[in-house]
């Protein structure tokens, strides 16, 4: 069992920067892909950015790529998204994600969401 908590989210003007961070309880913390996922009013949810367990590999949204960073830090047991040149359509509350495989079963764990507004 994992237990994620987000924090960050906030109000920031268009061009502005915010760090959402997302603390994680639970053993094995390295052995999950971290992830962040944003639902906009009316919209599904949808993929935002992934890092592997071991941090070395990152995936990002077209959306996003070369704006936001993800990171973690298995020492802390916390992974972050640096989020950078926001513009209005990145607003949505953002989700914090931790899955990983065993023997063909996913588990999969979501945080209760921070809401980003970007105001232009």
């Known amino acids: 069992q994992v237990q994620l908590v987000e924090s960050g989210g906030g109000l920031v003007q268009f061009g502005g920067s915010l760090r959402l961070s997302c603390a994680a309880s639970g053993r094995t913390f390295s052995s999950y892909n971290l992830g962040w996922f944003r639902q906009a009013p009316g919209k599904e949810r949808e993929f935002v950015a992934v890092i592997s367990g071991s941090g070395g590999a990152t995936y990002y949204a077209g959306s996003v790529k070369g704006r936001f960073t993800i990171s973690r830090d298995n020492a802390k047991n916390t992974v972050s998204l640096q989020m950078n040149s926001l513009k209005p359509e990145d607003t949505a509350v953002y989700y914090c994600?931790?899955?990983?495989?065993?023997?063909?079963?996913?588990?999969?764990?979501w945080g209760q969401g921070t809401q980003v507004t970007v105001s232009s």
């Open positions: 994600n931790a899955n990983r495989r065993i023997l063909g079963r996913l588990y999969d764990y």
